[in-house]
Structures are given as C-alpha cells and as structure tokens.
C-alpha cells in the first residue's frame, strides 16, 4: 500500500495514521502520527500512550520536522512504518512492533463523507494484525503481544465547515473474529458502516455487545496532552466546534466468544 501523503491545496488539510493495540492483561496502546495545516501553518506530531490496567499509563510525544511517504513506507520524525513494523522513540515511550495483518486492507465507504468537491477519506489499513515487539520507558519496558489495528484518514473539508456533529467508532476482537464500526451524524442523516471478519456491511450497526468498559480518555480534543496545540488551541477551538472525545477499553462479545474492544464517542457543539 502507499503510504505517501497525499497533500493538496486550501485553508485546511489534516492527515493522519491511528494504531492501536489490545494486549490480553488488559493494556491498551494508542499510537497517532498527524499533521495539518491551517490557514496556511503547518503542524505535525506523533503520540503514543499504554494504559495499563490499575497503573498510570505511560506516554511519549514529539514534534515532526520531516514527513516522507512510499509504498510499504513511511517515515514520520521519530517514527517508522515499515511493511509489517512500526518503530518509534521519544523520551517518554518508545517501541518496535510487528503488525502481521489477518485481514486485507478495507475501505468501508468511499468516500466516507464528500461535501462541496472537498471530502473525507478513510481507509483501514490493517483491520486486525498478531501485534508482537517491544515497548520502553525510562526505568522501565516489556515485551508486547496483543491485537493490532491501523487506519488513515484524510479530510480537505475545513473545519468550520466540517458536516460531523457526533462520531461514534469502535472495534473488537476475540480469540478467531474481529469487528469494526463507524456511525457519523450529519444535518443531512446518519453514515455509517460495518466490517466483519473481512466482509463490509453499508449502514449496519455496532455488530458487538459491550460491558465493563474502562475510561481512557475523556477530554476536549484540542486539550489531549500528546497534541501540544500550545497557542494555536482557542483557535482550533472556534475553527473546529470545540468537539470532545471519550475513549473506552471494554470487554466484548462476538457470536459465542468473549474478547475485547475499544470504542470512542466524539461530540461537536
């Protein structure tokens, strides 16, 4: 697959790559490498954070200088994707994962959401992968193993424009299934779209049962702490209708298995 930016002109452009991984003791790693650009300033950076559960979760982040794409390949300032890797390091959290992938790439909608020539592109590229590495931390590290996921979004649709007023993702796994489901609500209706076990199903609903769920995040996104938005963040606020993210690790059933999930809902005022 490219993994080269896909860039372009106008007021607003964000791209990003979001990874996760849930381990069987109930950790959860987040990984993100984004940038944007609006009105004409340019912005990047790469996060990571494990939870851990009944511990402090333990995060590192950067800021990207250089961004450089291809097929099977990108590098994103303190990270690497490479083929089945994903390698980074800051100070505060680094790691060295192998993502072997179940399932091919999908796309679930294409495009997810369009609106005056300008759209929203989503694309799962690895919809569920054996995770096996490394993680480290100063004083600390251990080995990695869980279940991987990664996708891509792209959006050319400026902010104070954007038709999402609420967002509700998620995906689970067990032991031989996994499942995937993004529900948008928009002035114009609801979008949404499932994946199963590699099949697509348009305008399906959350395919899972979720219970016991376990806060991650809850906070404003111009607020997450890995971001850095610094001054730029009373402006993202009024550009971007101030929207808030909650973030869950929950158990989960699919068909007759139990396994595990994380799911996110994401408000705009």
Not at 27 to 32: E, F, G, Q
Not at 188 to 195: F, H, I, L, P, T
């Amino acid at each position: 697959m490219n993994l080269a930016l896909r860039g372009g002109r106008g007021a607003f452009l964000l791209e990003k790559w979001y990874a996760d991984v849930l381990s069987g003791d109930g950790s959860v790693l987040l990984v993100y490498l984004g940038w944007m650009r609006v009105l004409g300033v340019p912005v990047a950076r790469f996060s990571a954070e494990l939870f851990r559960p009944g511990g402090a979760s333990v995060r590192g982040d950067a800021p990207v200088r250089s961004i450089e794409g291809g097929e099977s390949r990108l590098e994103f300032g303190p990270a690497r994707i490479d083929g089945e890797s994903l390698v980074w390091s800051t100070p505060g959290l680094s790691g060295a994962l192998r993502f072997a992938a179940r399932h091919p790439t999908v796309t679930l909608r294409e495009p997810f959401l369009e609106q005056g020539g300008q759209r929203v592109l989503w694309t799962v590229e690895v919809p569920d992968a054996d995770v096996e590495g490394e993680l480290r931390w100063p004083g600390g590290g251990e080995r990695f193993v869980g279940r991987g996921y990664r996708d891509r979004v792209f959006c050319d649709v400026p902010p104070w424009r954007f038709p999402v007023r609420e967002l509700r993702w998620g995906r689970a796994v067990s032991a031989s299934h996994a499942a995937a489901w993004v529900c948008a609500r928009t002035a114009q209706g609801e979008v949404a779209a499932s994946w199963r076990d590699g099949r697509v199903v348009a305008d399906a609903a959350e395919p899972v049962a979720l219970e016991a769920e376990r806060t991650l995040v809850d906070t404003r996104v111009a607020d997450i702490e890995g971001l850095r938005f610094g001054l730029l963040r009373p402006i993202l606020r009024r550009l971007t209708g101030d929207p808030h993210e909650a973030k869950w690790a929950a158990a989960a059933r699919l068909g007759a298995e139990s396994g595990r999930a994380i799911h996110e809902h994401v408000l705009w005022r």
